[in-house]
């Protein structure tokens, strides 16, 4: 009940497309739902997040879609540049941050 | 990396031996966190503390030790390694319980 599934495990999307990662959870009591990117050596990086109480947000090219009746939620990556390309990972949260969660990953190749 | 770091950042030691990493941060938070990062698992909630001296264990913690005697510092122990703690390990400090998490660099451990 704690997994969060995350798919595809692999994108390539050519320059100024849309990427599209899509990631379920089980646990109803998960209430916090970020995105991390992370470029090789590097540690996770906060991208964008949500709240159930909203079904969708925005912060430049990168937007959250959400589903709570689903308990689903995306990353849409508008026009997608090679800069993007890295791991995204989705979260889910409950408790005071107290059990993140993490998918497997999804790494993205944005092609010139 | 939101002045976080990760001491030593590379290690290879030998089965049985033990191990301490070391997370520093300089911005006060009052949440740290230490996850381990393989392949295929994302990120893996190892332990966390909420104060100094407060620490509560998470996911994957079998193997493992915290200690926390100033807010700056958070201390991963590995009592006698094994070759499953090969990993990178990262720490993550967080505010409050707004649950946004920053990540440190990681530490790449290998143990023989």
């Known amino acids: 009940q704690q997994q969060v599934k995350q798919s595809p495990q692999s994108l390539i999307v050519q320059k100024g497309g849309i990427s599209i990662i899509n990631c379920a959870y089980e646990n109803t009591a998960f209430d916090y739902f970020p995105w991390y990117q992370q470029f090789p050596g590097k540690g996770p990086a906060l991208l964008i997040a949500i709240r159930p109480d909203v079904s969708e947000k925005k912060e430049g090219r990168f937007t959250i879609s959400f589903n709570k009746s689903a308990k689903q939620f995306s990353l849409h990556i508008m026009d997608s540049q090679p800069g993007d390309s890295a791991t995204y990972f989705c979260?889910?949260?409950?408790?005071?941050?107290?059990?993140?969660?993490f998918g497997p990953g999804t790494r993205l190749s944005v092609l010139p | 990396d939101a002045g976080i770091t990760q001491s030593p950042r590379h290690k290879v030691t030998e089965t049985g031996t033990p191990v301490t990493l070391r997370c520093h941060q300089t911005?006060?938070?009052?949440?740290m966190y230490w996850y381990r990062q393989d392949p295929g698992h994302g990120l893996r909630l190892i332990h966390y503390?909420?104060?100094?001296?407060?620490?509560d264990k998470g996911e994957v913690s079998d193997g493992y030790s915290v200690s926390r005697s100033k807010t700056e510092d958070f201390l991963l122990t590995l009592e006698s390694a094994t070759s499953s703690q090969t990993s990178v390990y990262f720490c993550?400090?967080?505010?409050?319980?707004?649950?946004?998490?920053?990540f440190g660099p990681g530490t790449r451990l290998t143990v023989t």
């Open positions: 993550a400090i967080s505010f409050d319980s707004s649950y946004e998490q920053y």
């Open positions: 979260a889910a949260s409950d408790n005071y941050g107290q059990n993140f969660v």
């Open positions: 911005e006060n938070h009052r949440y």
């Open positions: 503390s909420y104060g100094v001296k407060d620490t």
